[in-house]
């Protein structure tokens, strides 16, 4: 009955929550809700079976954010490699059950490790050993660094780990714009951290600092492929890459092409556009690149040509490049690889 009620909250169990979801969406109700965790399966499906939800894919979770345990889009370098070995055995993305239980068992294993578990005494005593030495995983440095993070406990044998914020995007989760990390080493910089926490770059969360990360939203479409040179180990692409990202990105100045033959300036963009508060910059680029063959498996070998660009100051803990899938033609989420700060 509110006209304006802002975020609605909705704390509960997907098989309830997405009546509830749908009860609002069907009385005219736009207001961005946040709900405690990503939608099951089987609650995507009671969405998908509803009319509007048919006809507008997306009518009912459009604007839904959530709590998420493990985004693989934002993850670690670990977490990179956890996804790849899941889609090669399972041929599906991991959900965030199957970080959660891998980091259980990596951790498990990693504590037995330490207490010198030999499974020759009585196995009580061992049991002993191994809850010490999870004990002692109080700090992020005496822990283990998992695909969902660094895993360490605190007092109460908690491991409360940051989560990470998603919103749904024609039924994809995705990671919203600006997420908090936890700042784990040590700022060797000179800059002040209660400015920081003033000026929004970090926060303080029950006593712990947290960074603030940009995500930025980056695609590629591919126009041809040309002078392929096996002798010199090149050849020529032709593609437009965009960003799309909220608030401010110097792109134009500080991304570089790591296997370009020579250097690549991005120029003036070819098309710019507002989407409320969303910065969309298009780039056309026709450029030669370096390659790695391999004909060890020569006549049967298949070559890889990657382009790969990354931002020349900004480091992973504050800047992440997610494949922009929604408006990539003819490409898998699975073709795209994201390293540091790099694409």
Request: glycine share 6%; aromatic share 12%.
């Amino acid at each position: 009955s509110i006209e304006n009620p802002g975020i609605i909250y909705i704390s509960g169990a997907s098989e309830y929550t997405v009546k509830i979801l749908a009860q609002l969406r069907q009385a005219g109700n736009k207001s961005s809700v946040l709900i405690t965790d990503p939608l099951s399966e089987n609650a995507m499906t009671f969405l998908n079976s509803l009319p509007e939800e048919e006809a507008f894919p997306g009518y009912f979770t459009n604007g839904v954010y959530t709590m998420a345990v493990f985004l693989s889009d934002i993850a670690n370098e670990k977490a990179s490699i956890f996804r790849k070995e899941y889609l090669q055995k399972y041929n599906k993305e991991p959900k965030w059950l199957a970080a959660f239980y891998y980091d259980a068992a990596a951790i498990a294993c990693e504590a037995m490790k330490r207490a010198e578990i030999q499974g020759t005494g009585h196995i009580r005593r061992d049991r002993i050993q191994i809850r010490k030495a999870l004990e002692r995983m109080y700090r992020p440095d005496t822990g283990i660094k998992g695909v969902q993070g660094y895993i360490y406990f605190d007092e109460n044998g908690d491991s409360n780990g940051p989560l990470a914020i998603g919103f749904y995007q024609n039924r994809k989760l995705l990671p919203t714009f600006s997420q908090y990390r936890l700042k784990i080493e040590q700022d060797d910089s000179k800059d002040n951290p209660v400015e920081k926490v003033l000026s929004g770059e970090s926060v303080v969360v029950g006593g712990r600092i947290m960074n603030n990360m940009q995500i930025v939203y980056a695609g590629l479409d591919i126009n041809a492929i040309s002078r392929l040179d096996i002798s010199k180990a090149s050849y020529r692409a032709d593609f437009y890459l965009w960003f799309r990202y909220k608030g401010e990105f110097d792109e134009i100045e500080n991304i570089e092409f790591p296997d370009s033959v020579n250097p690549v300036k991005l120029g003036n963009p070819v098309s710019e556009r507002q989407e409320g508060d969303i910065t969309i910059k298009t780039y056309h680029i026709n450029a030669d690149f370096k390659a790695d063959f391999d004909f060890h498996k020569y006549p049967f070998d298949i070559h890889k040509l990657k382009i790969k660009f990354r931002h020349k100051d900004i480091i992973r803990d504050s800047l992440i490049y997610v494949p922009d899938t929604l408006g990539m033609s003819g490409t898998k989420n699975k073709d795209i690889h994201v390293g540091t700060s790099e694409i």
